[in-house]
């Protein structure tokens, strides 16, 4: 069965993320289907991936954005965090031709 298109942008976005500063504002849904050329299914299932990985925070209004904290701890308030089973992220899955990952 081959990968959902969806998972494969989450995976090249999630490693632009380790490399950005906490708090730093996303593509919006629009600026990701132009930049994937996929439809907006895609680019939300993307988000909403990167969401339940806990690695993106989104605001109405506002768009996705890098979670704010310290990298490799815990960047969600304990109010706002979800209930998981890991203790931290996951490590970046994404091929290393889609990921300058240092």
Same mark, same amino acid.
């Given at each position: 069965m081959t @990968?959902?298109?969806?998972?494969?942008? =989450?995976?090249?976005? @999630?490693?632009?993320?380790?490399?950005? =500063?906490?708090?730093?504002k996303l593509d919006s849904e629009h600026e990701l289907m132009k930049r994937f050329g996929v439809g907006r299914a895609a680019a939300r299932g993307a988000v909403q991936e990167l969401e339940r990985r806990l690695r993106v925070r989104r605001v109405q209004g506002a768009g996705p954005s890098a979670p704010p904290g310290p990298p490799g701890g815990s960047r969600w308030p304990a109010s706002s965090?979800?209930?998981?089973?890991?203790?931290?992220?996951?490590?970046?899955?994404?091929?290393?031709?889609?990921c300058a990952h240092p």
């Open positions: @990968e959902h298109r969806y998972r494969t942008i =989450a995976d090249q976005l @999630e490693c632009e993320i380790d490399r950005l =500063a906490p708090g730093t965090r979800r209930p998981s089973p890991l203790s931290s992220p996951p490590p970046c899955t994404a091929s290393t031709s889609t």
